[in-house]
């Protein structure tokens, strides 16, 4: 009874609360109960029973009463230990935030309570979401659900493992170069970065601030717009969020998806992609070829230079970002007498080394003499990408690829080789440079392990993005694991 209740889908789960089937009590324990038995994969660092329960008991309240309850009513779901939720520990997974609890609720969290939903607990990551394997974190590494052996992806790994093990049925992740999708890919389910702005940073700890947005993991595309609804549109507390133009229904484009032209960017498919990888992605592009859509090789040509200008701009925003930690303001403070001296060791000994390798790039590409050479060299390339997609989208309306060039690595694989880490995000940074939206969706297996395939719109084009994942989740559906 327990397995099967966590085994359901956030719109099942929906249709058994409203029939009086399970109580939110019930749902909420049964997810308690899987978290703690599945406690080895190390996907959160906090829990709060407690909290999530009486949450739960509200919601079985107010449905009681007739009350009006929002769209995510008694639906437990999870959070990145990057997103503030006020009175709970917000660790970023580094010991320098280790007692933080701050004072406010990040606004996409917000959203979610508002929705009715019940926050089980604060997901791991890799620290302060620099990484792409979740190896990265104080609390220790987390391990995929499919083969304890190896990654679940990083940064969001936590959210995407927790996910995938029936622990929670959706999670928010953050997306900086692919934070979301990567994992979500690594793990088998769905993941979104929404287009820069969409989302509320507000609570979000800052990485890349030109970058940075919440994203959304869940089991099913249908969950994952669900949340997306819930959490996305204008707040005034960040000054780079839009008002929704997230149409109410998305119907429209659900019935065009038939006739959506796919552009396949040649440059996603060459040198590194793993043979076994490329060859799901491209039978599932044959299948949609199959079923009438205009499917066209596109190029974007400065493709090669994204991972070289990501790791520059974003690492010169994490070096300005992470200047606030000085063991004054926040967390660990190691006080040795002098100030200087407490800048200096609460920052040695609170950070990592990932995190210390990102703020002497940072402070390094951003330092008089080298900033031309590095940083404003690297805003052109920006700019170049960013033309590059505009360039297409005047002839497709969707671009298809892989979301990984290959499946989940082993624990360890890479840890010694920052370099190769950072080519991971080969397929997801450059979509990230140009600010816009990008799904992962399982598309099928290789050696047993997940594939992702990568849809990346237009600015604002969510409910497109929705619309061709719904057909691929159908089309591989035969070709789905479960853990
Ligand atoms: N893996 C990338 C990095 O380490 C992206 C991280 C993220 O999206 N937060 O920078």
Redesign the pocket.
């Known amino acids: 009874m327990i397995m099967d209740l966590c085994r359901e889908n956030l719109a099942g789960m929906r249709d058994l609360l409203k029939d009086g089937e399970v109580s939110a009590v019930d749902l909420c324990r049964a997810h308690l109960n899987r978290i703690a038995e599945r406690k080895s994969l190390n996907a959160f660092i906090t829990i709060d029973g407690e909290r999530a329960i009486d949450a739960a008991r509200t919601a079985d309240k107010r449905k009681q009463a007739g009350e009006e309850t929002g769209l995510l009513a008694g639906l437990p779901l999870a959070v990145k230990d990057n997103i503030c939720i006020d009175g709970q520990p917000t660790t970023c997974a580094s010991k320098i935030l280790d007692k933080f609890i701050p004072p406010y609720t990040a606004t996409a969290v917000f959203n979610l309570l508002n929705a009715g939903a019940v926050i089980v607990g604060k997901t791991n990551l890799?620290e302060f979401?620099?990484?792409?394997s979740d190896e990265h974190s104080h609390f220790g590494p987390v391990k995929n659900p499919h083969d304890l052996s190896r990654t679940p992806g990083?940064?969001s790994g936590g959210s995407a493992a927790a996910v995938a093990d029936f622990q929670v049925t959706a999670a928010l992740g953050?997306?900086?170069?692919?934070?979301?999708r990567?994992p979500a890919s690594f793990c088998g389910i769905v993941g979104l970065k929404p287009t820069y702005g969409a989302v509320s940073r507000y609570g979000l700890t800052a990485?890349a601030s030109s970058?940075d947005q919440i994203g959304v993991l869940t089991r099913s595309v249908t969950d994952c717009e669900m949340v997306f609804r819930v959490i996305c549109g204008r707040d005034e507390h960040d000054a780079t969020s839009v008002r929704s133009i997230y149409p109410d229904d998305y119907s429209g484009d659900l019935k065009s998806a038939g006739r959506m032209r796919i552009g396949i960017p040649t440059e996603y498919f060459g040198e590194g992609l793993a043979p076994e990888v490329g060859a799901i992605v491209e039978k599932t592009i044959e299948e949609l070829a199959r079923d009438g859509r205009a499917i066209r090789k596109i190029s974007l040509p400065h493709t090669k230079y994204a991972v070289a200008a990501?790791?520059i701009i974003?690492n010169a925003e994490a070096s300005a970002n992470l200047a606030r930690f000085d063991g004054v303001r926040y967390g660990t403070r190691v006080d040795s007498g002098q100030l200087s001296a407490l800048y200096r060791e609460s920052r040695s000994q609170g950070f990592g080394v990932e995190v210390k390798r990102r703020i002497l790039l940072g402070t390094y590409v951003l330092s008089a003499g080298y900033r031309d050479e590095y940083y404003d060299r690297a805003q052109r390339v920006r700019t170049k990408i960013i033309g590059d997609f505009e360039d297409v989208f005047s002839s497709v309306d969707l671009l298809v690829c892989p979301t990984t060039p290959t499946t989940a690595f082993k624990l360890g694989e890479k840890l010694d080789d920052p370099l190769a880490m950072?080519l991971?995000?080969i397929y997801?940074?450059p979509a990230?440079l140009a600010g816009l939206p990008a799904l992962s969706v399982p598309c099928g297996t290789a050696n047993g392990l997940p594939v992702g395939l990568q849809i990346i719109g237009p600015r604002f084009a969510e409910s497109r993005l929705f619309s061709l994942a719904t057909e691929i989740e159908r089309l591989a559906g035969h070709r789905r694991t479960g853990v």
Do not use: L
């Open positions: 890799d979401g620099m990484g792409s990083g940064s953050s997306d900086t170069g692919g934070s979301v990567q990485f970058f990501y790791y974003a950072y991971s995000d997801t940074v990230s």
